[in-house]
Each structure stands twice: as structure tokens, then as C-alpha cells.
């Protein structure tokens, strides 16, 4: 249940909802590339990977079982990596959607957003200037008026389902507030330690992507939950990924990166793959002599039930 201070667990989200293929060719799209993009990420250093689904024809993001089952049994052949099942979806997918192939899969881990919010990228849409299909415009554009529900009821079942599964969290902290709206899940039973905090920094509609925020949400944790309760992960939106989570692995957290949250590998550059943006935060990590968590060791960190207890 301690920190482990020394051992840094690597998150990979292979490739989200909220990005679009225009936004990189190197966004994996089809089944093939995001079991081929997890596993090198896992060879890489990552520890968890965190998946979504997208429909094959045109890269739109899908809530579909079937589309899970054509990569994640693939994966989890071929890899220890936990793997972490997004119960996110998109602002578009109704709450019963974005939970469908997570009540059949039964993970070791899921992503669960503590709140309700406002969750946009359409400032993007003005500097495209070109779309590779036709769904995307309207699909950015649009985030200006779509609202992510997570409410406190929501929430309450999504716990209360799968505590009888055995699924842990990765819980998606966008801010402040959603911190609060976890301590009171652990005030009430429904959340027990240790669990994973993943503050999330520079998405708008959340807090923003200053260092000053990544220090105040972590004081914020250790006052409600007591340090030795949880363990702390840092997520850093688009041209802030790696600056951030390299701070957040210094203020002894874990880190996340990956295609989800950045497209970007440096400034003006492309990230080719999720191996290439695990690869260098793992260089990084080493070079300040952190030590990297292996999958197993995630799994004792984090308390999950095993990967023998799961129906990927």
C-alpha cells in the first residue's frame, strides 16, 4: 500500500476519442494497429495500457464489444501489460455504451472521470485545414457543446457493479473538485485503498497546465486521503505532456503518456508510435535514476486481482 517511491508505473493510452485521424497519420485506427501500438508500448516500458476502440472504417470513435474483441484478446495474449479498459468512451456514447465491453471483459482495471464537465478540443478545428473524413469537423466543432456526464449516481453504480467484479480504477481527476467527489466515494465505502489517482492537467474544460496546479493537486490528495493511501499519476495534455509528467514523477507520482494525450513526441514533431513517447519518458525516468515498474509490480502496487480473473 506504500508509494514505492523508487518504482514508476508507465501508462500508455494507446489512442483515445477525443483525437481524430487528421490530427496524426500515426494515430492507430484499426484493430491491427492498436494491438500492434500496445504491444510495442508494453516492449517499451509500459506497465498498464489503456485502450479504447474505434471503428475500422473510418477511425470514429466506437463503444462496440465486438471491435474490443478483435484486439484486446490479441493483446493480452501476447502481453503481461495490465490492461485498462476506458469507461470514458466519448461525450457522444451513452453511459450503458461506454460501459458495454467493460461488463463483459471484467478488467483488471478501468478508467472511470469523477465528474461531470465541460471536455473540448474545438479551438483545434481552426487550425485544420484539411479533414480526412468527413465525420471529423463536425466531430471537433462540436465538443464545444457537449457536455461529459459523470454524476454522482452515475458514479455510485458504475463502483457498486464493478466492486463485485473485482475491476479497480484508474480515476481521471480533471480538477480540484472531481478530487473532492473521490474522497467522498472513500467516505462512504465504496472506494478502498489503494487507489490510482490520475490528475489531469491541460484539457480545457479542466485545470490548467501549470506546475503551480500539477503541486496544488497533489497537496490536495495528501490532505484528503493521506499519501500512504493512494498512488498518484500525472496526465499532461498535448505540447505539456512530457514537461508535466516529468514533474509529476519527480513529486514521487507515476506518469501517462501515449497518442491519447499527445500526438506530439517534441515540439513540432510527431510522435511515430506510443513506444516512441513511452521510450523517452522512460529515458528520462532512468536518467534521474527512477526505477520503472514492471507489469507484475504494478499489479502488486495497485492491489489488482490478476490477470487470471478477468474474461478478455
Not at 86 to 103: F, I, K, P
Not at 113 to 134: E, I, Q, T
Not at 239 to 260: D, F, K, W
Not at 304 to 310: A, F, I, P, S, T
Amino acid at each position: 500500500m506504500s508509494n514505492s517511491p523508487g518504482k514508476v508505473i508507465i501508462t500508455c493510452a494507446v489512442t483515445g476519442s477525443a483525437h481524430v485521424p487528421s490530427m496524426s497519420e500515426y494515430l492507430p485506427l484499426t484493430p491491427e494497429d492498436i494491438t500492434t501500438q500496445a504491444l510495442d508500448a508494453a516492449q517499451a516500458g509500459a506497465a498498464i495500457l489503456h485502450l479504447h476502440a474505434r471503428n475500422p472504417e473510418d477511425g470514429r470513435p466506437t463503444p462496440s464489444p465486438e471491435v474490443f474483441r478483435q484486439f484486446v484478446p490479441a493483446i493480452a495474449e501476447r502481453t503481461d501489460a495490465v490492461i485498462n479498459i476506458s469507461t470514458g468512451g466519448s461525450t457522444r456514447m451513452t453511459l450503458d455504451e461506454r460501459l458495454a465491453y467493460a461488463r463483459v471483459a471484467r478488467p483488471e482495471m478501468c478508467s472511470l472521470n469523477m465528474g461531470s464537465m465541460n471536455f473540448s478540443l474545438h479551438p483545434v478545428a481552426a487550425k485544420m485545414s484539411s479533414w480526412r473524413f468527413d465525420w471529423e469537423k463536425e466531430y471537433v466543432e462540436g465538443m464545444e457543446d457537449m457536455i461529459f456526464r459523470n454524476t454522482f449516481r452515475d458514479i455510485r453504480n458504475i463502483l457498486t457493479e464493478f466492486r463485485d467484479y473485482g475491476t479497480r480504477f484508474e480515476f481521471e481527476c480533471y480538477d480540484l473538485g472531481h478530487l473532492h467527489s473521490l474522497a467522498h466515494f472513500v467516505d462512504i465505502g465504496l472506494i478502498e485503498p489503494p487507489f490510482f489517482i490520475q490528475s489531469v492537467l491541460g484539457i480545457l474544460g479542466g485545470i490548467g497546465p501549470d506546475p503551480e496546479n500539477l503541486a496544488v493537486m497533489r497537496s490536495t490528495a495528501d490532505r484528503l486521503f493521506g499519501r500512504e493511501n493512494y498512488q498518484f499519476s500525472i496526465l499532461g495534455a498535448g505540447r505539456h505532456q512530457m514537461s508535466l509528467v516529468t514533474m509529476g514523477a519527480i513529486m514521487g507520482g507515476n506518469v501517462r503518456v501515449g497518442l491519447e494525450d499527445s500526438v506530439y513526441l517534441s515540439r513540432g514533431v510527431k510522435a511515430k508510435s506510443n513506444a516512441e513517447q513511452v521510450r523517452k519518458i522512460r529515458r528520462i525516468l532512468e536518467e534521474l535514476s527512477f526505477e520503472i515498474a514492471t507489469p507484475a509490480e504494478a499489479r502488486q502496487i495497485l492491489g489488482l486481482k490478476g490477470r487470471d480473473r478477468v474474461s478478455l
